[in-house]
């Protein structure tokens, strides 16, 4: 059974870093997309940061040039570093991914448990 499973969230003052990592598991065959979202209280999942196997990325205006998403294929792992934190930055974080298992033929999307970040100001 494919999973994914977030990590590095906490509390950061303004101005702060974090590093959140996805963890994809299990029998997998192929990743294509892995992406980060957030989402706020009470409102949809937005995205944040996508990357695709080949290593194209792209960012949502909110978050270019301060959020930086990278990948570990070997590891089936992708990162998403934080910097310049803002309050309007809490929320939780999403890892969302297309994953073929072993013994499937098809891309399935998956999502991890989610992470929180929280900036104070």
């Known amino acids: 059974q494919v999973q994914l499973v977030e990590s590095g969230g906490g509390l950061v003052q303004a101005g702060g870093s974090l590093r959140l990592a996805c963890v994809a598991s299990?029998?997998?065959?192929?990743?294509?997309?892995m992406d980060w979202y957030r989402q706020y209280p009470g409102k949809q999942r937005e995205l944040v940061a996508t990357?695709?196997?080949?290593?194209?990325?792209n960012y949502a205006d909110s978050v270019k040039g301060r959020f930086t998403i990278s990948r570990d294929n070997a590891k089936n792992t992708v990162y998403l570093q934080l910097n310049s934190l803002k309050p309007e930055d809490t929320a939780v974080y999403y890892c969302n991914a297309d994953i073929r298992s072993s013994n499937s033929p098809i891309l399935r999307n998956y999502w991890g448990q989610g992470t929180q970040v929280t900036v104070s100001s």
């Open positions: 299990g029998s997998i065959s192929v990743i294509n997309r």
């Open positions: 990357s695709t196997s080949a290593g194209s990325t």
